[in-house]
């Protein structure tokens, strides 16, 4: 029996987490979640999975939920997703929070020696070699939980990471992938948030769109499996079947292929090395797909995803730049206070101007991210 702690649990990644706990009570029991806002779904939460402690997002709601549940033990703001984070009892941490809020508790979670399933790609982008480093120093393993990275780390199983040629991502195009960049001027947030192949969060479904989840995954790899930015590449795939390659020196390429659902690499993360069957049964017919799509990327129409390159290759505090304007930029835009093209515009001012620190410690990125969040809202 693996005992789960499960960050944001109310969101699109923890919803399909508690799928795979609800499909699979043998394997798994859900000991600590934390989540934002969402009480209601809290609330169905602790009737249907009792966990032992839960940490919402502010005071009032764990004060509310307190009398509610008088004998649970219930914590909030940053400090309660760090217990949450941390609880004793739990053998593994998914973290699905979203955005860099992330990274506090993930370090934390690191010290106390848990195995990490990782959804919360802003973590590893903001402070991919703290993260990274602290996992090699306490010995703990980082599962990736990203449909590419999982796809990557299936397709590496065995093999050595001196015979890899590439890393090849699949990008699906997004929502606008078929139109052109004078075409994106008065899109809406409604039209942004229509995903051609996966149901996601709202602000990751941007992210699609603007092709910077791409870019984000691109620095994701980069510390994940340890390879410099020239070994990674993106094709664009629109089907979303193939979740990922490697291509190794001997030009073999191994792929994973599946349905576009979320819960195979949540459950292969927590399963791993071992597999369970899914908790649907729903299988890849390719012989009912027919054909699959290729494209060369085209950076001057994804901008997004050439900025996340340069700003990887930069390093220090420029991925944290990148990250945070993007975070302030997505929640402006799906708040309908920006355009679309304004995300890039946004981003690329705070790249243009940023002061490059190099080997950034917790406290300065924290601050750096916050400087650049007030730097993004200063200009909205
Ligand atoms: N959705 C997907 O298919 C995929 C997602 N990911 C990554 O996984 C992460 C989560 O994505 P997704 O599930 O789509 O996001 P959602 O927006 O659906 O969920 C986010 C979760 O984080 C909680 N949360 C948000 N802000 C805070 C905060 N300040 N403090 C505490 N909790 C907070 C939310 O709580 P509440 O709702 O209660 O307010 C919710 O539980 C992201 O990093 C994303 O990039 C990666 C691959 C695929
Ligand atoms: C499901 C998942 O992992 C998402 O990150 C997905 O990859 C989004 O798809 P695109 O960014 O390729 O549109
Ligand atoms: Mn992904």
Partial sequence: MKKISLLGATGSIGIQTLDIIRGHQEAFQLVAISAGRNIDVVRKIILEFKPEFVSVQEKVDCETLQTEFPGLTIGFGPS????????????????????????SP???????????????????????????????????????????????????????????EQLIL?????????RKREELK???VREALNHPNWSMGAKITIDSATMMNKGLE?????????LPYEKISVVLHKESIIHSMVEF????????????D?????????????????PTGNRLSLAQIGKLHFREMDFDRFRCLKFAYDAGRAGGTMPTVLNAANEAAVAAFLEGKITFLQIEDLIERELTKHKIITNPDLET????????????????
């Fill in 186 to 188: 008065n899109v809406t």
């Fill in 170 to 178: 699949t990008a699906s195009g997004g929502s606008f992938r078929d």
């Fill in 249 to 260: 020196h001997d030009t073999s390429i191994i792929a994973q292929l599946g349905t576009p």
């Fill in 262 to 278: 979320m819960r195979v690499p949540i459950q292969y993360a927590l399963t791993y090395p071992d597999r369970l069957p899914h």
């Fill in 106 to 164: 993930t370090l934390k979670a690191i010290q106390a020696g848990k195995t990490i399933a990782i959804a919360n790609k802003e973590t590893l982008v903001t402070a991919g070699h703290l993260v990274m480093e602290a996992a090699r120093k306490h010995n703990v393993s980082i599962l990736p939980v990203d449909s590419e990275h999982s796809a990557i780390f299936q397709a590496l199983q065995g093999e050595q990471a001196k015979n890899i």
């Fill in 365 to 380: 990125i924290q601050e750096i991210d916050e400087q650049t969040r007030k730097s993004v809202l200063s200009l909205i």
């Fill in 218 to 226: 691109v620095i994701e790899a980069h510390w994940l499996f340890s």
């Fill in 80 to 103: 309660g997703i760090e217990e949450a984070a941390v609880y004793n009892k739990a053998d593994i941490l998914v973290n699905a929070v979203l955005g860099s809020v992330g990274l």
